[in-house]
């Protein structure tokens, strides 16, 4: 199995933040989003990387912008390391494949959250008031149920600790109803045409969540951060589905389902390490999602 970079480490070059997975350094007027293969779940980063899923959410990422560019501009500068500014060239091997040069934007602070099926925090909502994020629902609908159509879910960006559901007036209220209405229209559509593509490759995208930046002069949206990986959306098998129970998944959930059998570990840091079979299951599922979604092979 293939080393894994848990850390970014670019020398000189000035680093911005460090996320859960993600490193993004100044590079000049640019930035550089390095992602790492570090893992989270319930909020706490794991001591073990898993294989190949920087990687993967990197170029994943990159064939979502690509796909949507007629919907909205993205922040894609370049993904080739060789057109990379020179202060980057030593860093290559580390930079390929995981990394994107990317236009520094004001960052909308919210998440455009889509859901299309009953699942997670929407489904323990809708059991005790028969809503999710305060829209009123069907009555008897089951878990992982498809919604008669996809609902638009805002909640806050947290800087540490768990986002916030809120309701579109409340976001409304926040950034105006203009922006929030085109937000909410970019984000419908970024989704349908992903679960479309998503469909004919067998693969359902149950929900997701969106970031997007203004153009600090011309007030333009841009799609930002990642879009539609296994760590932004729940991507399930199409061939297994079947509503009412769990299912099962391309993404982390893998890991925290591992996870919730410890008994020794209260969800806070430090976290446990990963058993080498879930490090490698997690990986192959990461794998799985970007080969049949994008048709490619390599990496």
């Known amino acids: 199995m293939s080393n894994v970079l848990l850390e970014s480490n670019l020398g000189e070059v000035p680093l911005r933040s460090r996320g859960k997975v993600r490193d993004i350094y100044e590079v000049s007027d640019k930035l550089l989003l390095v992602t790492s293969d570090r893992v989270s779940a319930f909020d706490v980063v794991l001591p073990n990387g898993i294989p190949e899923k920087g990687k993967v959410l990197n170029q994943l990422s990159l064939f979502w912008f690509e796909q949507t560019s007629h919907l909205v501009p993205n922040h894609v500068v370049t993904a080739d390391v060789d057109a990379y500014p020179t202060e980057l060239s030593p860093y290559a091997d580390q930079l390929k494949s995981r990394s994107t040069l990317a236009r520094k934007l004001t960052p ?90 998503a469909q004919e490759k067998d693969i359902i995208i149950a929900d997701t969540k969106f970031e997007f930046g203004q153009d600090p002069e011309s007030g333009e949206l841009v799609l930002i951060d990642e879009v539609l990986t296994p760590d932004s959306s729940r991507f399930w098998p199409a061939e297994e589905y079947e509503p009412g129970r769990d299912q099962p998944s391309f993404d982390k959930q893998f890991v925290r389902e591992y996870l919730e059998t410890l008994d020794d570990w209260d969800k806070n840091p430090p976290g446990p390490s990963l058993p080498d079979d879930v490090v490698a299951g997690t990986s192959e599922r990461y794998l799985r999602a970007y080969r049949a979604l994008t048709a490619r092979t390599d990496l």
């Open 108 to 197: 909308v602070p919210f998440e455009c959250v889509v859901r299309g099926y009953l699942y997670g925090s929407g489904l323990k909502e809708y059991q005790s008031l028969g809503s999710v994020c305060g829209i009123s629902l069907p009555s008897g609908m089951r878990q992982a149920d498809r919604f008669p159509e996809p609902l638009f879910t805002p909640s806050t960006k947290a800087e540490s600790g768990h986002d916030e559901n809120v309701s579109q007036a409340y976001m409304a209220n926040a950034l105006g109803s203009e922006l929030t209405e085109r937000l909410k229209d970019l984000s419908l559509s970024i989704y349908d045409l992903g679960r479309n593509l």
